[in-house]
C-alpha cells in the first residue's frame, strides 16, 4: 500500500531555512488523481496546514505561512519537498507530509489527506 | 488561530456514545466537504471520515460522521480504551483559500 516517509534535519537554526523531502511508495506521485500535502504541529498543539503540489508543479500555500514556503515535487525520485525559509521557535514542530485527495463534487471542495506519513520533529534552535 | 471550533475534551465510559462538534462558517464547513482524522498518542493523524459521512476501508462503523449548516458532528459509539485519542476536524475555506483543521478534541475513556 502507498507509503510516505519524511527525511530531512531535525534542527534548524533560527533565520536558516528549514528543508524537508517526502518520498513516497507503493505508488506513483505522478498519479493525476492526487494533489501531495505538508501539514505541521508544534508540540501539544493541532495541526496547520502548510501547502499542497501537483505532479505538475503546480501549488497553493497557506496564507500565513505563504512567503516563507516552497514546496517543489521530483516525480524521478517520487519524492516532493518542503523548504520554510528565516525560521524561528514558533517553526519548531512535528512536520507530516500526506497523499491530498480531491474529490470532484457537484457544489463545495472536497479534499482531504490519506494516508500520512509518520512525521518528523524539527526543532529550531540555536 | 483555527477558523474551527471543536470542544477540547469529552469523555464517557466504555460502550458509550460521544459527540465531538466542529463548529464554523459559510466559507468552510457551509459549502465545503468536511473530514476527521483520529490521532493517537505519539502517531500520525488517521482518516476516519470523508466527504462529511463517509468511512474509508477498514474504519468501523462505530464512526460516523454527519453536517448541519455551519457544523459537523463526529459519532463515536460503543466506546472502547483504543479509542483515546484527539480527534480533528478538517475542511476547505473557500475566502482563505486553505484547509484549514479544527482545534482539536481529546476523547477520554473514563
Known amino acids: 500500500q502507498l507509503q510516505l516517509q519524511e527525511s530531512g534535519p531535525g534542527l534548524v537554526k533560527p533565520s536558516e531555512t528549514l528543508s524537508l523531502t517526502c518520498t513516497v511508495s507503493?505508488?506513483?506521485?505522478?498519479?493525476?488523481?492526487?494533489?501531495w500535502g505538508w501539514i505541521r504541529q508544534p508540540p501539544g498543539k493541532g495541526l496547520e496546514w502548510i501547502g499542497s503540489?501537483?505532479?505538475?508543479?503546480?501549488?497553493y500555500y497557506n496564507p500565513s505561512l505563504k512567503s516563507r514556503v516552497t514546496i517543489s515535487v521530483d516525480t524521478s525520485k517520487n519524492q516532493f519537498s518542503l523548504k520554510l525559509s528565516s525560521v524561528t521557535a514558533a517553526d519548531t514542530a512535528v512536520y507530516y507530509c500526506?497523499?491530498?485527495?480531491?474529490?470532484?463534487?457537484?457544489?463545495?471542495?472536497?479534499?482531504?489527506?490519506?494516508?500520512w506519513g509518520q512525521g518528523t520533529l524539527v526543532t529550531v534552535s540555536s | 488561530q483555527s477558523v474551527l471550533t471543536q470542544p477540547p475534551s469529552v469523555s464517557a465510559a466504555p460502550g458509550q456514545k460521544v459527540t465531538i462538534s466542529c463548529s464554523g462558517s459559510?466559507?468552510?464547513?457551509?459549502?465545503?466537504?468536511v473530514s476527521w482524522y483520529q490521532q493517537l498518542p505519539g502517531t500520525a493523524p488517521k482518516l476516519l471520515i470523508y466527504?462529511?459521512?463517509k468511512r474509508p476501508s477498514g474504519i468501523p462503523d462505530r464512526f460516523s460522521g454527519s453536517k448541519s449548516g455551519t457544523s459537523a458532528t463526529l459519532g463515536i459509539t460503543g466506546l472502547q480504551t483504543g479509542d483515546e485519542a484527539d480527534y480533528y476536524c478538517?475542511?476547505?475555506?473557500?475566502?482563505?483559500?486553505?484547509?484549514?483543521f479544527g482545534t482539536g478534541t481529546k476523547v477520554t475513556v473514563l
Open positions: 500526506a497523499r491530498q485527495v480531491q474529490g470532484v463534487r457537484g457544489s463545495g471542495t472536497s479534499r482531504w489527506f490519506d494516508p
Open positions: 507503493g505508488g506513483s506521485i505522478s498519479s493525476s488523481s492526487y494533489y
Open positions: 503540489i501537483y505532479y505538475s508543479g503546480s501549488t
Open positions: 459559510s466559507s468552510n464547513i457551509g459549502n465545503n466537504y
Open positions: 466527504d462529511n459521512n
Open positions: 478538517g475542511t476547505w475555506d473557500s475566502s482563505l483559500r486553505g484547509y484549514v
